[in-house]
């Protein structure tokens, strides 16, 4: 077995992280890891600042709908979250009462689903809509699930079982016409693909930090349009303004209580400099050419299905597999201890897309694939699954 780890499991987390983000990290907090905004000392403005321009990169990254919109540019409507799954929460509990409507699809992750289930305890009425046999949400399927008392229409950006990324701007004209606000879940997205929040009109567009963005764990945020409607569900002490009895309803305020994670913010800021430095098209292409190398090998390999509709075109380095013979988490263990190929097996927090594409309950294989990985991570991968599916033991589980 080769010594090296080949890590394809960039959808769970991306690894390794740019030195850079190492880096900065590291000298950021040495020099000034202190709370932003609650004294005047020069070490908290130059945490406040760092904080400022990483909003301020990010709502520039996004295009958010401020951003776009000319003299108007305001970064605090980018709010910092512990992650994506605390941004839909926020979203949807400070939408969302009894008797309103949601519409959502089968593709979504659990931090959208179970929210919802518990809404739905709650009142509140919620249709999930099928994608096609491709993988694609039809606008129209949208459109027709949209009601009277639809408050929010919220759809995964790109599938982190499948990596088909889905046609926001064409939802969004569709939510405009309705009146229905619209809720980007761009976990597998953000930094990854180009993602234009003005031109999609996408009222909330929620991203976490230490996946495509190369930031550490534990930072997220929300990206909230100048339209958008939302309360706040978390109140708190925000270093200003402290008499005031109730919680701040100004940007970023309104959506962040409590000390932020100003060496997350370090990472994340970190991060989409590296990414702007080598250019999110070329990190993209990239991906793409090792994950059609894979998806290539892969439908070559006897006993092996490929459950990722759409090969060309629209999609992100997300691939998942099912070997004839192998529950999926033997296989993931086969490729970890007899080929050091990390992957992710199982339902990956997705459960209604494996009932859909009938892998339920074991779900798949994903690989995923991230900036740092190399031609020969696939070909270690794939003669690793060649191993695997050459042993197989026909019928144990199909
Ligand atoms: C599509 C999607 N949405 C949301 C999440 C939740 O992200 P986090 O765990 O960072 O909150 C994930 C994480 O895998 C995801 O893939």
């Known amino acids: ?47 406040e600042e760092m904080v400022l321009a990483t909003r301020t990169k990010l709502s520039a990254l996004f295009n958010a709908s401020l951003w776009a919109n ?31 409507h949601v519409v959502t699809t089968h593709l979504e992750h659990n931090s959208v689903i179970r929210p919802i289930n518990h809404l739905v305890k709650a009142g509140v009425n919620a249709t999930f809509v099928k994608p096609g046999s491709d993988g694609l949400v039809d606008p129209e399927e949208i459109r027709s699930a949209i009601r009277g008392n639809t408050k929010l ?31 980007v879940d761009a976990a597998q997205t953000a930094g990854v693909v180009p993602i234009d929040m003005w031109e999609s009109d996408v009222d909330f567009l929620v991203f976490t930090g230490h996946k495509g963005l190369m930031g550490p ?17 978390v109140w708190g002490g925000t270093g200003v303004k402290s ?23 370090a990472g994340l800021s970190a991060g989409v400099d590296w990414i702007n430095a080598v250019g999110i098209n070329s990190i993209h292409r990239q991906e793409m050419e090792l994950i ?13 299905t ?36 990390i992957t992710r097996t199982g339902l990956q927090c997705a459960p209604l897309v494996h009932d859909l594409m009938g892998t339920s309950p074991r779900g798949t294989v994903r690989f995923s ?26 019928g144990k589980h199909n």
């Open 70 to 100: 000319g003299d108007k540019k305001d970064p605090n409507r980018l709010v910092f979250t512990q992650n994506a799954t605390a941004g839909l929460n926020m979203i949807l509990n400070g939408t969302l009462g009894s008797g309103d």
């Open 369 to 394: 694939v991230g900036p740092f990985n190399t031609a020969n991570d696939i070909e270690v991968a794939l003669s690793g699954v060649e191993a695997v599916a050459r042993e197989r033991r026909p």
């Open 217 to 233: 764990t534990g930072i997220g945020g929300i990206c909230v349009s100048d339209t958008a409607e939302v309360t706040t569900t």
């Open 306 to 341: 490929v459950y990722s509709p759409c090969q060309s075109g629209n999609r992100v380095a997300i691939c998942s597999i099912c070997v004839s013979g192998y529950d999926p988490t033997e296989v993931g263990m086969f490729l970890d201890v007899d080929h050091n190929v």
């Open 243 to 265: 008499a005031e009895p109730y919680h701040l309803q100004e940007y970023p305020f309104r959506l962040e209580a409590g000390t932020l994670n100003v060496l997350g913010i």
């Open 153 to 183: 229409v919220v759809v995964n950006h790109a599938s982190n079982v499948t990596g088909v990324v889905q046609d926001i701007a064409a939802i969004g004209v569709v939510c405009k016409q309705s009146g229905a606000q619209f809720v």
């Open 1 to 47: 077995m080769q010594d090296k780890v080949i890590y394809l499991d960039n959808a769970a987390t991306s690894f390794p992280k740019p030195d850079a983000v190492h880096e900065f990290m590291g000298n950021f907090y040495r020099r000034c890891g202190v709370n932003p905004g609650r004294t005047g000392c020069d070490m908290a403005i130059e945490a």
């Open 292 to 304: 059609e190398l894979l998806l290539q090998g892969l439908t070559e390999i006897d006993g092996v």
